[in-house]
């Protein structure tokens, strides 16, 4: 097959169009249907506003008459005692409390690698949404593991609340775990 030089082709020129009407009649129809839209819609505006002026004037007229037809409430008898708001005064209610103990520290694993690049490239991770962690060797039964940890955390709640401000910067997978 013969290779083709495109770079020195002439351009071709589209032909000319000599057929086509320059100029387009006037849209009568469309203007006349615009222009009743636009009259529509001003008269509807001006009806709303001549029938809330009508509104906002019988309005209180009919509160006035409303007002002087209700009756006033009854006095309350005087024959019946409420003796519960005594006894709910002097009432006393025991509450068993007890005092639940943190079963100690926690810690927080949020990753594991098998090279310690990663895991100090991780750890710079959560350096970076502003705490500080460790990396642990780990001897498994598939080799050595590296693992990213946080803590130790006094309640699982602010281990909990630290997981959640790491999910914030992105840093997902933590998993909290007592400390042994």
């Known amino acids: 097959m013969k290779n083709k030089d495109y770079v020195s082709q002439k351009k071709r020129q589209k032909p000319v169009k000599h057929d086509v009407p320059k100029g387009r009649p006037f849209p009568v129809v469309k203007m006349l249907l615009v222009a009743a839209l636009i009259a529509g ?3 509807g505006l001006l009806y709303i506003k001549s029938d809330s002026s ?7 007229q009919v509160h006035k008459k409303q007002t002087q037809k209700s009756k006033p409430l009854p006095p309350p008898p005087e024959d019946e005692e409420w003796s519960f708001i005594e006894e709910l005064e002097n009432k006393n209610v025991e509450v068993e409390s007890e005092e639940l ?3 100690g520290p926690y810690k927080m694993q949020c990753a594991s690698f098998r090279s310690q690049s990663d895991a100090e490239g991780f750890k710079a991770q959560i ?4 705490y500080e962690s460790q990396v642990i060797p780990s001897q498994g039964t598939s080799g050595m593991w590296y693992k990213v940890v946080l803590g130790p955390f006094e309640r699982k709640r602010d281990a909990e609340k630290t997981r959640h401000i790491l999910k914030r910067n992105d840093i997902t997978g933590c998993q909290i775990w007592l400390w042994r």
Do not use: L, M, N, S
């Open 41 to 43: 819609f001003v008269g």
């Open 54 to 60: 009508d509104f906002q004037e019988t309005q209180p």
């Open 101 to 103: 103990k943190d079963r």
């Open 127 to 130: 350096a970076f949404a502003g």
